[in-house]
Nanobody, 125 residues
Framework: QVQLVESGGGLVQPGGSLRLSCAAS????????MGWFRQAPGKEREGVSCIRGSDGATYYADSVKGRFTFSRDNAKNTVYLQMNSLKPEDTAVYYC??????????????????WGQGTQVTVSS
């Protein structure tokens, strides 16, 4: 069964860093646009970043631009979200997702075909 499995979440102090991983099974994620989303308690799901399958172009929400980096390792069939200079407002459950999308920018959440189970990121002193 197709799966996306996130890992790497945890508790970190403000200003700290975490790297999230998302490993795919039974499909080749390099052919897909991959996205990271997050959802904080009481808030709507927010698109954080995506990496386009066709050419590896990356896009970021303004709230994370300059702090987060999305990368892809096709050999390991895994994508990563490096998160630096973390802030308390980054606290959320982070999800990765895959979309058969080949347009410009990041597709909206409803266009993603596969989702992971989520990993908790808590930024607190």
């Amino acid at each position: 069964q197709v799966q996306l499995v996130e890992s790497g979440g945890g508790l970190v102090q403000p200003g700290g860093s975490l790297r999230l991983s998302c490993a795919a099974s039974l499909f080749t994620l390099g052919y897909y646009t991959m996205g990271w989303f997050r959802q904080a308690p009481g808030k709507e799901r927010e698109g954080v970043s995506c990496i386009r399958g066709s050419d590896g172009a990356t896009y970021y929400a303004d709230s994370v631009k300059g702090r987060f980096t999305f990368s892809r390792d096709n050999a390991k069939n895994t994508v990563y979200l490096q998160m630096n200079s973390l802030k308390p407002e980054d606290t959320a459950v982070y999800y990765c997702a895959a979309a058969g999308y080949y347009g410009v920018g990041c597709p909206p959440g409803q266009q993603y075909d596969y989702w992971g189970q989520g990993t908790q990121v808590t930024v607190s002193s």
